[in-house]
């Protein structure tokens, strides 16, 4: 595997990545970046946690120069105000000392704070439904946007924003970079890659999202022995993120490991932008051992070292369970998913599963660890992620 240098990207920024013990390239890394830094399109297919935020980061950060106010050189699309967050905050990383500067933009947020940011970056990392507000508005502009970026295009497409992404992008200078990464390049997908992108460089990362990095597991759990079964489970692996179906079940079942001893933080759609990210931190920082949340968390929440996704109710179709199950196993490491199923629930469960590509072996819970499992994390407990079903934000 080259190095970041021999594929092109500056001594300072290799530096950068060193200093953070950042030093062999992913797989979509080494593939995309040469062609990317070389000003061509890119049309990358790789699942979430592949590496990709630093596959066009270091693009973006590379070559772009300081912009005039309002008028930003760089737009990454995403689809949720949480990725968003992210990916701004791995951009700014990576421009660090540079001249540039990055602002995230997404809705359930004042205006104010963000139209401000947003006079003063370079690079703008953005929901559509906020961006679009805010060139309404006239608080900013694309025609000065030379390198355009759509992050996780497939769940954008999932989450209804084409039209809105296509209009975006039909508002940029007819010279311009785009770089696309998705999961998938069918469907929808192909076409905004048709209509969109300039005989664009195609990559493919080899990994899977499933396999060999998750090991899936279906135990069947009655109702009543849910809520023991998960304090175990915290014993087991010490951190949670636990999904749940609506916003009522989340807060129920918070009340019921607080009560428990389980120390527990809540996010989901009823909660403001900054209770959330409260909830994230407390999470991160090891002040709650469980993250409650709905599937809003399951779309673009990147949290470190979290071993295990466990389902806690059947997620409303295969698609969710892919995107909730992504939460584990990312970038090369090692991953357990658990799904808690009851006896009605079987049929449903095993279709999902099927059209998931998972086989699934319904047995009884069992605590102990894979020898996977204590390869993969030595002298550390690691983390649970415990999924609840499917929710609308």
């Known amino acids: 595997m080259k190095t970041f240098l ?46 990709k935020t630093i596959a066009f980061g270091l693009v973006l950060a590379v070559r772009l120069q300081k912009s005039k106010p309002g008028q930003p050189g760089g737009l990454v699309l ?13 951009i700014g990383l990576l421009c660090d000392g540079t001249d540039l500067r990055v602002a995230s933009v997404y ?15 370079s690079i703008i990392v953005a929901t559509p439904g906020r961006l679009e507000d805010l060139l309404e508005r006239r608080d900013m502009s694309l025609n000065a946007v030379t390198i355009a970026v759509l992050d996780e295009a497939d769940r954008m497409s999932d989450m209804g924003f084409l ?81 749940c179906r609506t916003k009522h079940g989340c807060d129920r079942l918070a009340k019921q490991l607080d009560n428990s001893g389980v120390r ?13 990210e ?16 709905t599937d809003v968390a399951a779309r673009g929440i990147h949290i470190d070292d979290v071993p295990c996704v466990v389902h806690f109710d059947p997620p409303a179709d295969h698609k969710d369970y892919i995107h909730r199950s992504g939460r ?29 590509g998972v086989e699934a072996d319904f047995v009884a819970p069992d605590f102990e660890p894979s020898l996977d499992e204590i390869v993969a994390r030595p002298g550390a407990l690691g983390g649970v992620l415990l999924t609840v079903g499917a929710s609308v934000e």
């Open 6 to 51: 021999e594929l092109g990207v500056p001594a300072k920024f290799a530096e950068k990545l060193s200093a953070r013990g950042i030093s062999t390239p992913f797989e979509i890394q080494a593939a995309a970046l040469p062609d990317g830094l070389a000003g061509h399109d890119v049309c990358g297919k790789a699942p979430t946690g592949s590496g």
């Open 78 to 90: 995403v689809p949720t105000r949480e990725l968003a967050i992210q990916v701004a905050k791995e």
């Open 107 to 121: 809705g359930g947020a004042g205006y104010g704070p963000q139209v401000k940011a947003v006079r003063g970056a």
């Open 163 to 243: 039209p809105a992404v296509r209009r975006l992008l039909r508002a940029l200078p007819k010279q311009r970079q785009v770089l696309l990464f998705s999961a998938t390049l069918d469907g929808d997908i192909s076409q905004v890659v048709k209509e969109f992108q300039r005989d664009p460089k195609r990559h493919e990362s080899q990994t899977d999202a499933d396999e060999p990095d998750i090991d899936h597991k279906f135990w069947m759990v009655s109702r009543n022995d849910r809520v023991e079964t998960i304090s175990q489970l915290v014993n087991h692996y010490e951190r949670i993120i636990l999904f």
């Open 264 to 276: 527990s933080s809540i996010i989901h759609g009823n909660k403001s932008q900054a209770q959330r």
């Open 278 to 293: 409260r909830s994230l931190e407390e999470f991160r920082r090891g002040r709650s051992n469980v993250l409650v949340a």
């Open 328 to 356: 584990t196993g990312r970038a090369g490491s090692k991953g357990v998913v658990i799904s808690m199923v009851e006896s009605s629930q079987k049929r449903t469960v095993n279709k999902l599963a099927r059209d998931a």
